[in-house]
């Protein structure tokens, strides 16, 4: 006992000569003739881990071991003149029980005070307090421990399994402990949330009763692989049934646990909703697949079955008929009877050349008034003839647009594999100057490709001659078509388009030279000069204080793939003395997809150059969802095609309904990856007024201007910067 509360002697006198434990009362004996035995007593209290403090009768400290003083923060000489116990410890709970135990001596057991006096901040002592006599005086001794870091744990314990309840409870996502046998033991609100079932009704159902039989067979091999610890953790998409019969797609997270107390395996299910996702990526898979109108695969599906047809014709020996079906004089059904009732008629047709097929043949749209059909499995080239045949019958039947009764017709080319060609690329071409052949014995007609059809390769070679004259000569123009914020109708940038004007002709629209010149390789020169005009026009504009933000100039495949690439804009934006952040190139989808990890590169030195990059014609391509976030773009163009059918009344087509809805999810999209989004072609109010109000804003197209030419683009700039209505 610390012989700081009082001197050696007093100390000495203050204390018992022994202790006796006997049953819950403790006996002090004294032998004032055994001093040694007494020193060896005060050593042994003065020692112990637990604090003791002696009080009397009157409530004062007679004495105190330095454990106790260490507890309370007290010097040692702080009850040399026995302070009252109630000042050194000031609790009310404790002087009730320190005098319950001196009336009745009965023992005061896990008595816990808050010491605030001590240094280092609040502790929490536990005592427990017993009554004896010595020298006929009642006494009593408060044994104290120290509970403070327990109690401090505890609490910390307390709070974090109160934490712990409410993050179970309000998680975003849901949580479910599993049985290893896959018995849902505890589930919280979100997951009831997303299958429908209660709590309650949770707790008595195993996880496969949950899950969608298709997915149960992987999910049971994922789970039996987890509890036999051949897998930590896995992670999947799959399907659950809720309560509703319906079908929610989640993506779960699962793994291991062991309870401390039993040790037994428990199976930690996190699910996240991600059916608006799926639902999403659905949507452009099927666009990227599939042509929007008429819902038949597109270019990008037909040559993958095309090459998978020829891949197994090799194997068998069999042969693959080719179609190229081009409608005759389908331009005037449109110029008489309104594009409404051309879109009626290439759906229609779709519809019939479908349904006059076997299941593994493909019918695909090229695109306008062209399809394309593959004849899997075919023994001679007389099969082909057969189905071509029944094509033309089943087009020649009756259909009524617009009031007017019209008889379809067509034209087919047809190339056989393997003697025509031997990948998709050549059947295609084979199949193509097939059809112009059919097309010029006046239509109705199927011709088989022959060698000597040259007729067509001609009418190219012609045309790429007059396009590197045109290269030589200065013939190429641009026109500028504004893109407008609809919302402000501020002009806030241009789109430079490329033009032929051959020296005393007519001016040549882009759709008949684009595709021969991107063929020959013209294109890269013709792209180049574009660029720099479109570049040095926006430097004038600039001077003249005319400027939108940004000149949009397209960049071909062609141009795109070439060396370095970023190294020539970089020279012709300091050429033409532009700022990097001036220009937008437009990028096609799928000149991302030909070879994403260059295309990245590529465009990664572009945006660090400070050139705003978009992916032009969005939807017509094969992107998803994971390509795009690869690329650092800045905004979407929804291709004219969609535009141009889009309804906004909700009681178009069902065409027409497709396109909105995949407009209404390129925007989405758009927004989600925090990207601008553009619209192509833009011709009526209501069209304007539908992107508008789904979140789309900046529009071009015939409803606020056509293409101009440079002096009457800028006309029309110092027209709308003075004020005057344009």
């Known amino acids: 006992m610390s012989r700081s509360a009082t001197t050696p002697q007093a100390a000495r006198a203050s204390l018992p000569d022994s202790i006796d434990f006997k049953g819950d009362n403790l006996k002090i004996n004294t032998d004032a003739g055994q001093e040694s035995g007494q020193n060896y007593l005060e050593q042994v209290i003065d020692g112990m881990p637990a604090g003791l403090v002696v009080v009397g009768a009157d409530g004062r400290v007679r004495s105190i071991n330095r454990t106790m003083s260490a507890m309370l923060g007290i010097p040692g000489d702080a009850i040399a003149a026995c302070p009252p116990l109630q000042s050194l410890i000031p609790d009310v709970a404790l002087g009730e029980r320190v005098a319950a135990a001196l009336a009745s001596g009965t023992p005061q057991d ?28 009642d006494l009593l001794l408060l044994i104290g421990q120290d509970v403070t870091f327990a109690r401090q744990a505890r609490l910390r314990l307390q709070e974090s399994e109160a934490f712990f309840r409410l993050t179970f409870s309000q998680a975003a996502v849901g949580i479910a402990l599993l049985s290893r046998d896959g018995r849902f033991l505890r589930v919280n609100r979100k997951l009831s949330s997303i299958v429908g079932f209660s709590e309650i009704e949770l707790l008595q159902r195993f996880y496969h009763q949950v899950t969608c039989p298709d997915e149960l067979a992987e999910d049971r091999a994922c789970m039996a692989r987890l509890v036999t610890g051949e897998l930590r953790d896995f992670q ?115 519809r019939r050349l479908a349904g006059s097929l076997r299941e593994s043949d493909t019918v695909a749209r090229q695109g306008g008034d062209e399809f394309v059909v593959v004849l899997d499995d075919l023994a001679v080239p007389e099969d082909a003839a057969l189905v071509a045949h029944k094509l033309l019958e089943r087009l020649f039947q009756p259909l009524v647009l617009a009031g007017q009764e019209v008889f379809p017709t067509g034209s087919i080319g047809i190339a056989m594999y393997p003697r025509d060609g031997h990948d998709s690329a050549a059947l295609l071409k084979a199949a193509d100057s097939a059809m112009y052949r059919a097309k010029g014995s006046g239509g109705n007609h199927y011709h088989f490709y022959a060698a000597d059809m040259g007729a067509h390769a001609h009418e190219h070679l012609r045309l790429e001659t007059g396009l590197q004259r045109g290269l030589l000569q200065d013939e190429f123009v641009l026109h500028y078509q504004p893109q407008v914020d609809a919302a402000s109708d501020r002009i806030v940038g241009l789109e430079a388009l490329l033009r032929w004007q051959p020296k005393g002709g007519a001016l040549v629209p882009p759709s008949d030279f684009i595709p021969l010149a991107e063929e020959t390789g013209l294109i890269v020169p013709m792209g180049e000069w574009a660029l720099a005009e479109a570049l040095r026009q926006q430097a004038a504009l600039v001077r003249l204080g005319l400027a939108p933000a940004r000149m949009s100039v397209n960049m071909s495949a062609r141009q795109f793939r070439q060396q370095d690439v970023a190294g020539r804009v970089a020279r012709l934006l300091r050429e033409t003395g532009c700022e990097p952040s001036w220009l937008t190139l437009e990028i096609t989808e799928s000149v991302l997809m030909e070879n994403p990890a260059a295309a990245a590169a590529t465009m990664v030195r572009l945006a660090e150059m400070g050139v705003q990059l978009a992916v032009d014609d969005f939807g017509t391509g094969y992107s998803s969802l994971a390509a795009l976030r690869r690329f650092p773009i800045h905004s979407l163009k929804i291709d004219r095609s969609f535009v141009a059918d889009i309804d906004g009344g909700g009681c178009g087509t069902e065409a027409q309904a497709d396109d909105t809805a995949i407009v209404k999810a390129v925007i989405a999209l758009a927004h989600s990856m925090r990207l601008d989004v553009i619209a192509e072609g833009v011709e009526t109010c209501r069209q304007q007024a539908f992107l508008g109000a789904h979140g789309c804003h900046r529009m071009q197209g015939y409803r606020f201007s056509r293409p101009l030419p440079a002096p009457e683009l800028e006309q029309l700039l110092r027209t709308r910067a003075e004020g005057v209505p344009a």
């Not at 005070?113 to 005086?137: C, K, L, M, Y």
């Open 110 to 137: 896990g008595v816990t005070v808050a010491i605030g006096s001590h240094p280092d901040g609040v502790r929490w002592v536990d005592f427990n307090i017993r009554r004896t006599r010595q020298g006929g005086e």
């Open 236 to 350: 999947r998409e799959t399907r659950y049934v809720c309560k509703d019969g319906s079908i929610v797609w989640v993506a779960i997270n699962v793994s291991t646990m062991r309870e401390a107390a039993s040790g037994q395996l428990r199976l930690i299910l996190a699910v996240e909703d991600i059916t608006r996702r799926k639902v999403a990526e659905e949507a452009l898979l099927r666009m990227a697949n599939h042509d929007a109108l008429t819902g038949l695969p597109n270019r990008a599906l037909l040559e993958d079955r095309l090459a998978h047809a020829v891949c197994k014709a090799q194997r068998s020996g069999r042969q693959v008929g080719v179609m190229f079906i081009d409608l005759d004089r389908f331009k005037h059904v449109n110029d008489s009877l309104g594009h409404e009732a051309g879109d009626q008629l290439i759906v229609e047709i779709a």
